[in-house]
T-cell receptor, first 109, second 115 residues
Framework: EDQVTQSPEALRLQEGESSSLNCSYTVSGLRGLFWYRQDPGKGPEFLFTLYSAGEEKEKERLKATLTKKESFLHITAPKPEDSATYLCAVGGSQGNLIFGKGTKLSVKP | NAGVMQNPRHLVRRRGQEARLRCSPMKGHSHVYWYRQLPEEGLKFMVYLQKENIIDESGMPKERFSAEFPKEGPSILRIQQVVRGDSAAYFC?????????????FGSGTRLTVV
């Protein structure tokens, strides 16, 4: 059964303190690894798609990387506005996404 | 270009009533997906629809839940005889027919509270 596990559940950082979020996955065949950002009371906002081990993508202070078993979302010099829940998902066989429970990130000024 | 529109944003129903949640996909998108997010849980896939067709409903509870995406109008997720356990945020997402990478666009959700 396809499964996604994210860690840590919650992460508190000081502004400027870089860190990484982890997403471990077990799938029968990878159809893409997806990162979303979700703010309170809103729907998930698409960030990145990764398809093959070694692939990397960047957007502002965020960088996503992928290995055969896990993905990392690196946050460099975060700002308070980066506070959100970050969701990781893998593509299912019918176009659906299988999500982890998310990492709630808080960045304090 | 408006995003995925869901309404209502908040819905309160008494136990035993029916809940109807609506989703209008982005312009040009013909694929719709419904997800449910329970408190402290991740997003769970419910159903995948194209116009007038249910493609995959493997995540839908067997009873009380149904979904449709008619030729005209929004997609509807219908929950009959709601129970307290149905309280959750329900999100709709859409993608264009040619979308191959699942990076579809989500709406802001409908928060259902059953009292």
């Amino acid at each position: 059964e396809d499964q996604v596990t994210q860690s840590p559940e919650a992460l508190r950082l000081q502004e400027g303190e870089s860190s990484s979020l982890n997403c471990s996955y077990t799938v029968s065949g990878l159809r893409g690894l997806f990162w979303y950002r979700q703010d309170p009371g809103k729907g998930p906002e698409f960030l990145f798609t990764l398809y093959s081990a070694g692939e990397e993508k960047e957007k502002e202070r965020l960088k996503a990387t992928l290995t055969k078993k896990e993905s990392f979302l690196h946050i460099t010099a975060p700002k308070p506005e980066d506070s959100a829940t970050y969701l990781c998902a893998v593509g299912g066989s019918q176009g659906n996404l299988i999500f982890g429970k998310g990492t709630k990130l808080s960045v304090k000024p | 270009n408006a995003g995925v529109m869901q309404n209502p944003r908040h819905l309160v129903r008494r136990r035993g009533q029916e809940a109807r949640l609506r989703c209008s996909p982005m312009k040009g998108h013909s694929h719709v997906y419904w997800y449910r997010q329970l408190p402290e849980e991740g997003l769970k896939f419910m159903v995948y629809l194209q116009k007038e067709n249910i493609i995959d409903e493997s995540g839908m509870p067997k009873e009380r839940f149904s979904a449709e995406f008619p030729k005209e109008g929004p997609s509807i997720l219908r929950i009959q005889q709601v129970v307290r356990g149905d309280s959750a945020a329900y999100f709709c997402a859409s993608s264009p027919e040619t979308q191959a990478n699942y990076g579809y666009t989500f709406g802001s959700g409908t928060r259902l509270t059953v009292v």
